[in-house]
C-alpha cells in the first residue's frame, strides 16, 4: 500500500483534519502490515487479489469480497464509498 495515495483519498474526501488523515493512514497501514485487509480487517494477504477502486491508481490491495462489494456499489449507485467509510478505521479519539 502506497501511504500517499490513501492520504490523498483521505484528504480528497474533503471533511478531515490533517490529523486525522494521519491518523487515519496509520490505522489503514497498519492492517496491511498485519496482512489484513485494511478494507474489512480479514485476511490473510495472500487471497487478495484485487485492488481498492478508492484510489486512482488502485495502490490498495483488498481482498475479494471487498473488491465485490465497490463493484456492485459503484454499478448501483455510480459512486464508490469513500475510503472513510471503511469499516476497520477507529473513528474514536485517540
Known amino acids: 500500500m502506497h501511504r500517499e495515495c490513501v492520504t490523498t483519498a483521505l484528504i480528497g474526501f474533503g471533511r478531515l483534519s490533517l490529523g486525522l488523515v494521519e491518523r487515519y493512514a496509520r490505522q489503514l497501514e497498519d492492517f496491511a502490515e498485519r496482512c489484513l ?31 465485490g462489494d465497490e463493484t456492485v456499489s459503484e454499478m448501483r449507485t455510480g459512486v464508490v464509498p469513500p475510503i472513510v467509510t471503511w469499516p476497520t478505521l477507529d473513528r474514536r479519539g485517540g
Open 37 to 67: 485487509c485494511p478494507r474489512c480487517g480479514e485476511g490473510p494477504r495472500a487471497q487478495w487479489a484485487s485492488a481498492s477502486l478508492v484510489t486512482g491508481d488502485r495502490c490498495v490491495g483488498i481482498c475479494e469480497r471487498c473488491a
